[in-house]
């Protein structure tokens, strides 16, 4: 079984390319694909524009939220906010100046999890592998510092780091999907752009796991594109252990298979050939099982915590207080279990967004709810769009689940861009996404939660932008952005040439009015959120 004969690190996993003297090493192009100007040229410059412009964003970003937090006095928020344990010195404080933003809202879930464990009942609702990573980032890379910042402080420098090399990543891993399954290097790029200035951008900077989530899952949705289907189950299993919508994921895995069982269905394989089939179902099966392995050793860890009596855990007075005052639920805590444990399947999670979060089918559909529906309005029009424009295109693909063989000619030539047939896939995740949020949570998340779980986002804006701006008609044909003066993208010169955002910025007066709707609304997000979040006012 490939993918298990030997470790790979975090860069190849998440599909950031070995290399060669700092340069990816070249491939062979293989079908379409090669002849779309997607292969990986060594030092490949679409990539190393990406990054340069995925680094410059992260930095904008950290330095817009310091700004921001120095500037607008904190919203006094009914939000989770643990006392501080220990005092502060002249370090913590200024870097609490500078990276404090980055700690609103859930944020001070993570960075609570993060330096005493799940204390409270509540606080189960957040995945533990995001803090553990916090955990390790202070204790190992930040270890230096231990005499100039107190835990808590160094927790909060590491999200930052963290979070910053999580979000690269996560665009490197979406350029590397975006050529293989869009089959066109040109609007995996211009995708890969916007995804760089995401209209999530708060939450990718902020304590959160939509970063780490992000990396991991298009990571994993890469791997699997390449036939690597042990990989990219570690990935999305590692992306259950980060965010409960992991589990999700699994469906890719199950469609991977469906579409291999279809294909040796239509070649009439023989019986010689049933123990073929059933090992690669039964492979299917454990590696969905991967997948959903960390939700459920989660649940078990939150029984033994909460439901078994055990001894009781040594906890600071200030933290008890808080418990009491607010009506926490300490682990280990003497006296009646929460209902939860005795369910027939104990879990917590469900239970926790039922009761503290109030979530719900139909549960947020208020009237004074309505300025949350508005804050989702764009991504729901979009996400919507999206799915009536690529079901518009593909009927008969849709109906048929991709599954019906088509013609070779035919499939040569709907296969690249959005509306191609491997697009079917991330259409139908993308759409279970938007009703389970639209539907079920509190619809002002829908943001954060299609930006970081799905990329057909960043793939669908950028199909509109390539359709119907004029400003991107003149680009090359071989699937590289043009550049004037006959320049290749990625080379010294005039950045906003090769990065076509920036280009489009740059003309603004220019522009459609659709460009301007999809670009302002990624830009204003992008900035509002920094601005609200990271003051405790609301936001998405």
């Not at 939450?203 to 594109?225: D, I, K, N, P």
């Not at 007075?317 to 369910?343: F, H, I, M, T, V």
């Amino acid at each position: 079984m490939e993918g298990l004969e030997k470790p790979a690190d975090l860069m190849e996993l998440t599909g950031f390319p070995k290399t060669e003297g700092g340069f990816p090493r070249r491939q062979r192009p293989t079908g379409a694909a090669g002849e779309r100007g997607m292969e990986p040229v060594s030092g490949d410059p679409l990539l190393r524009e990406l990054l340069r412009f995925a680094v410059r964003c992260r930095a904008l970003a950290l330095l817009l939220q310091a700004v921001f937090n120095l500037l607008i006095p904190d919203h006094a928020a009914d939000a989770f906010s643990p006392p501080r344990l220990s005092e502060p010195g002249p370090a913590d404080l200024l870097l609490e100046r500078l990276l404090g933003g980055l700690s609103r809202w859930d944020a001070e879930h993570f960075l609570f999890i993060a330096e005493r464990g799940y204390l409270y009942e509540h606080n189960c609702a957040f995945f533990p592998l995001y803090p553990l990573s916090l955990r390790a980032g202070a204790e190992a890379a930040l270890w230096p510092l231990r005499r100039l910042l107190r835990l808590r402080s160094r927790l909060l420098l590491s999200a930052a780091l963290l979070n910053s090399l999580f979000a690269i990543l996560a665009a490197a891993a979406l350029y590397k999907l975006g050529c293989a399954v869009l089959r066109c290097r040109r609007a995996a790029f211009l995708a890969t752009a916007l995804f760089c200035v995401s209209p999530a951008n708060v939450f990718l900077a902020a304590a959160y796991s939509e970063s780490m989530f992000c990396c991991l899952a298009f990571g994993a949705m890469w791997r699997l594109e390449r036939g690597q289907r042990w990989r990219g189950a570690l990935l999305f299993s590692l992306a259950t252990g980060a965010r409960a919508n992991g589990v999700v994921n699994a469906g890719f895995l199950l469609y991977s298979c469906a579409k291999r069982l279809a294909l040796r269905l239509r070649l009439r394989s023989g019986s010689l050939l049933l123990w073929k089939q059933l090992l690669s179902a039964a492979s299917s099966a454990v590696a969905c099982a991967g997948v959903l392995l960390p939700f459920v050793v989660f649940q078990y860890y939150a029984y033994m915590m909460f439901c078994v009596p055990n001894v009781q855990r040594a906890v600071p007075e200030p933290l008890l207080q808080l418990a009491l005052d607010k009506g926490y639920r300490l682990a280990g805590a003497r006296g009646a279990p929460p209902p939860w444990c005795s369910q027939r399947f104990p879990a917590v999670y469900p239970y926790i967004q039922d009761v503290y979060w109030n979530v719900g089918f139909l549960r947020y559909f208020e009237l004074r709810q309505i300025p949350n529906f508005l804050l989702a309005l764009p991504v729901t029009l979009l996400s919507s769009w999206a799915a009536w424009t690529y079901v518009s295109a593909n009927p008969r693909h849709c109906l048929t689940l991709g599954l019906e063989r088509t013609n070779s000619g035919e499939e040569n030539k709907a296969s690249a861009g959005f509306c191609g047939p491997a697009v079917f896939v991330y259409m139908v995740h993308a759409t279970a996404l938007l009703l389970l949020g639209f539907f079920c949570m509190h619809v002002q998340v829908l943001t954060r939660f299609l930006g970081s779980s799905s990329p057909i986002l960043y793939w669908f804006s950028a199909h509109l932008l390539q359709e119907h701006e004029p400003l991107l008609w003149s680009d090359g044909t071989d699937g590289e952005p043009a550049s004037p003066g006959g320049g290749r993208p990625g080379s010294r010169g005039d950045g906003a040439a090769a990065n076509p955002v920036l280009r489009l910025l740059s003309r603004w007066s220019l522009l459609t009015p659709l460009s301007k709707c999809v670009l302002g609304f990624f830009l204003s997000y992008w900035l509002l959120g920094l601005l609200l979040h990271c003051n405790f006012l609301p936001w998405t």
